[in-house]
């Protein structure tokens, strides 16, 4: 199969659906602690969120090379390859999605590289080493969100033990405005780029572009879907994640999007993809838990994290069968 105008079209239609269920499902997660403590209302945060994922888009492209050329060597990545990564990708993330499942969207498209990948070319195309860095970032991430606001969390009861709930609740409220677009910003900074890398792997690939630099109009249309996605259809996913996990206060709010938020930064800087998703969850169970361990809803955190294991081998078997059809009917 060779890359010419029409497939790559198809690329570009296919990494921005991904893109939509990203914004639905990863992006939701980014701005569930501001409106389940109603600090915003959801049409005020999508709209935070979209601007600031779009921003965050703009910082930095680490991760975008990372899923773009690093998993696989670039000449592994021929169309096929490409296209049936992205619908494992897509598959999931719909699936997961429409049932109201935060799932790591990153870990999709992950999952979908690696399985269709594996299906074209054996386990010999899989560069381990850019593999062993995304698997570290994989267990650092939510463990590290989880102790770190935890930490902020009873730093933060104590400091203001004194006080009054309501002003607290308001101090906080005003608070959680800045951490959770610190939060937006981080999410556009990594998630973002996921499609960026495949597209731009699939311009390389097909001679419009020299190197592997990220073009402008593919940041700035990869941050619209992602938009759109989270105003069309994360609500499932926001009341997951801001309700169901445990019942949050704007100082749990605060804390969580704060450790998180610096979680995704730092790595993004890295250029490793972790998931937003497993990192601003376990935020939330380590806010939460500094009232009491039982606060957790841990039966909800049960699901979230089968759901998180299920993540790469469910998207990767869909991406490595769509590989084995493309190459059938091309």
């Known amino acids: 199969m060779e890359f010419g105008i029409g497939f ?52 930095t492209t680490e991760v975008a090379k990372t899923i773009g050329k690093g998993l696989l060597p670039e000449n592994f990545m021929t169309p096929a390859v490409i296209m049936a990564a992205i ?56 463990i590290s969100g989880f102790i770190v606001a935890l930490v902020l969390a009873t730093l933060l009861f104590w400091i203001f033990r004194n006080w009054h709930p309501q002003r607290a609740n308001f101090l906080f409220g005003k608070a959680q405005l800045v951490s959770a677009s610190f939060m937006a910003l981080t999410h556009g900074m990594n998630d973002t780029q996921n499609a960026m890398g495949v597209i731009t792997a699939a311009l390389l690939a ?11 109009w593919v940041i700035g249309g990869s941050a619209l879907f992602m938009g759109l996605g989270t105003y069309y259809g994360g ?6 994640m801001g309700m169901r996990i445990v019942r949050l206060k704007t100082v749990h709010g605060f804390s969580a999007e704060t ?5 995704i ?27 009491r361990f039982s606060a957790v809803r841990w039966g909800v955190v049960q699901g979230i994290i089968i759901a998180w294991i299920v993540t790469i081998p469910a ?6 069968v769509m590989y ?7």
Not at 36 to 43: A, E, I, K, N, W
Request: proline letters at 3%; charged letters at 10%.
């Open 8 to 59: 790559v079209i198809i690329i570009v239609v296919l990494a921005w659906t991904y893109d939509f269920y990203n914004g639905a499902n990863d992006c939701a997660n980014s701005i569930a602690t501001t409106v389940s403590t109603r600090v915003l209302t959801p049409l005020q945060a999508v709209v935070l969120a979209a601007v600031l994922n779009a921003v965050g888009a703009f910082l």
């Open 87 to 142: 619908i494992g990708a897509i598959a999931w993330s719909a699936f997961a999605t429409h049932k109201g499942i935060p799932v790591s969207i990153t870990h999709a498209i992950i999952g979908g590289i690696l399985g269709a990948g594996i299906a074209a070319h054996g386990l010999h195309a899989i560069s381990w080493g850019k593999l062993e860095k995304v698997v570290i970032g994989m267990f650092t991430s939510p």
């Open 206 to 216: 097909s001679g419009f572009i020299t190197s592997f630099e990220v073009p402008m």
């Open 235 to 240: 609500k499932k996913v926001i009341h997951t």
């Open 259 to 263: 450790a998180a938020a610096g979680v």
């Open 265 to 291: 930064f730092f790595a993004s800087l890295l250029g490793i993809p972790i998931s937003t998703t497993h990192t601003i969850s376990a935020a939330i169970m380590g806010a939460g838990s500094v009232r």
């Open 315 to 320: 998207a990767g078997i869909v991406a490595a």
């Open 324 to 330: 084995r059809v493309l190459s059938e009917i091309t």
